[in-house]
């Protein structure tokens, strides 16, 4: 009999699957990825081929149970983490009947004023934790209700992907959960279940959709034909996870009040743990079922964190790849190296970091970003360092909105993601944020958090609080440094008051109208 325990983490994302084997202390033990398309066949559209996303989950799959070698016993959950407000249409057979529409579909856009008509914006949020908004997935039923009849009428089950997967793999339970269901914008936050009032908004039926359950509910087995096509043993027990942001909360161990993470990818979102919807008190934020069962998350977002050094690195990072080239180090780990070179301040050089507008605490999204105060004296280490304190400088407007919106504020912030694999970034969004961080060894929290939930739900852990306690490791804290608190204290209000008198101004939306005419 084999020692380990193995704990199947199954992330299929936008854009491509992860799956990652962990044992019992959360170290890995095989992983793999598959990307697959999305496809846009309108303008605004975004849609998404069910069967490409399967083949990649099982692909992925493959790869991670080839890479961890072990023996079938071994195998004790699996746990899963998916695409939220992403929904599938299926027939009684639960066969696919189009392509999925994706969480960033735009083609709802007249809906929001549609739903203002029966309820305002601040009553919306109120009962669902959401702001109202077409990109939800309710938007996008009632326009099909309304623009493809035919369709909405045959459908008989409206599923996210969780479900429709887990069923792909042999699950029996047909269930959904909270924490699967934040960006469908249909939630009765209270209750944490389905909104009826918001259901008729959609004119969807209950009996259309999976009940609601809890994440880490056992949904079933690995069938004999799911083993097959993915590798994974029949048998192994399958449970419900959660949504992406959700499972990466839990793989960063945020299971407390007072506990929040921040992912640092190509896009950055924060999330908190909430014991009760009493510690809201504020509206800058939305709020969630979250992973651990009858508890809240509260979430805010910086969309676009990564994707400036990525710009960087496509744009002006030439002389930063080529170095990287000759010494075998990632461009990324240069980038850093080189911007350390200039002084905190970036020599009075400024970056705003909104190249895909600015998301919490504003919500502008004609807002766009660029150097400010750019002079004959700055460098290009300059130009470096102001592009990574300007990610920062956002990240602390997120995480300003978290300690006005929630009684007690965070008190324990961990930074995930690949941003975080360089301790000199690490540092700089600690001094600037100004308060102490913690990064934890495991950076691909979201499908460490799938494994977990499923590790407890499969009974080998007793509580949550166990299997975080045993799989969840802080590889490092990093502390804000006093010598420039008072000079990232001055900089983030120059920063801020920069942005407003640009927005308040009207001069996002001029750019953005006078670039819409004419390009």
């Keep these: 009999m084999s020692s380990i325990q193995a704990f199947v983490g199954i992330d299929a994302g936008t854009t491509g699957c992860t799956v990652m084997i962990f044992d019992q202390h959360g170290n890995r033990l095989g ?22 996303v399967w083949r990649g989950i099982c692909a992925a799959s493959k790869q991670a149970v080839a890479a961890a070698n072990l023996p079938p016993e071994a195998y004790k959950s699996v746990g899963f983490s998916s695409q939220r407000g992403t929904f599938i249409l299926l027939d009684e057979e639960k066969n696919p009947l189009a392509p ?61 992907g969780q479900e429709y997967f887990l069923f792909k793999m042999g699950a029996d339970e047909w269930v959904t959960d909270p924490a699967s269901l934040t960006l469908n914008g249909m939630l009765d936050i209270e209750k944490l279940d389905w909104s009826d009032q918001v259901l008729e908004l959609c004119g969807v039926t209950r009996d259309k959709l999976p009940p609601v359950g809890i994440p880490t509910g056992q949904a079933g087995a690995v069938s004999a034909a799911a083993a097959f096509a993915t590798g994974i043993p029949q048998g192994t027990p399958l449970c419900r996870g959660a949504g992406d942001q959700q499972c990466a909360a839990m793989g960063a161990g945020v299971v ?7 992912t640092v990818g190509t896009a950055g979102v924060m999330v908190a743990h909430l014991d009760s919807l009493d510690r809201v008190q504020g509206r800058n934020l939305w709020w969630g079922g979250h992973a651990v069962p009858g508890a809240w998350d509260i979430e805010g977002g910086a969309f676009s964190l990564g ?31 080189k911007a350390l070179t200039s002084p905190p301040g970036a020599n009075g050089l400024m970056f705003h970091s909104f190249l895909v507008s600015q998301v919490t605490p504003y919500y502008d999204a004609a807002s766009r970003g660029g150097w400010i105060g750019l002079g004959l004296n700055h460098t290009r280490a300059d130009m470096l360092r102001a592009l990574l304190e300007g990610c920062a400088h956002e990240m602390r407007m997120v995480v300003d909105a978290f300690n006005s919106d929630i009684k007690g504020g965070i008190t324990d912030l961990r930074l995930t993601g690949g941003g975080t694999k360089s301790d000199g970034f690490a540092q700089i969004m600690t001094d600037i944020i100004g308060q102490p961080t913690k990064v934890t060894k495991e950076r691909e929290c979201t499908v460490l958090g799938a494994a977990i939930l499923g590790a407890f739900g499969s009974g080998s852990f007793a509580s949550i609080d166990e299997a975080v306690g045993a799989m969840v490791n802080v590889e490092s804290e990093f502390t804000p440094n006093e010598k420039t608190r008072a000079l990232y204290d001055e900089a983030n209000k120059v920063y801020r008051g920069l942005y407003e008198a640009i927005a308040n101004a009207g001069q996002y939306q001029a750019l953005s109208d006078f670039s819409t005419r004419n390009f």
Excluded at 133 to 143: D, N, Q
Excluded at 256 to 262: C, K, N, T, V
Excluded at 307 to 325: H, P
């Design 31 to 52: 992983e793999g990825y598959q990307e697959y398309p999305c496809t846009s066949p309108r303008a605004g559209w975004i849609e998404q081929d069910v069967d490409d």
């Design 100 to 160: 999925s529409l994706v969480w960033n579909d735009g083609r709802a856009l007249k809906y929001q004023e549609i739903f203002a008509e029966t309820i305002s914006a601040e009553d919306y949020q109120t009962h669902t934790g959401m702001q109202l908004s077409p990109l939800w997935s309710a938007a996008k039923f009632a326009w099909l209700r309304d623009n493809e009849p035919e369709l909405f009428n045959r459908t008989r089950w409206f599923a996210n």
């Design 307 to 337: 994707a400036n050094l990525k710009w960087w690195r496509d744009n002006m990072g030439l002389e930063e790849q080529v170095e990287a080239d000759k010494t075998g180090r990632s461009v990324y780990a240069v980038m850093v190296e």
């Design 256 to 262: 407390e009040q007072g506990q929040a993470e921040f």
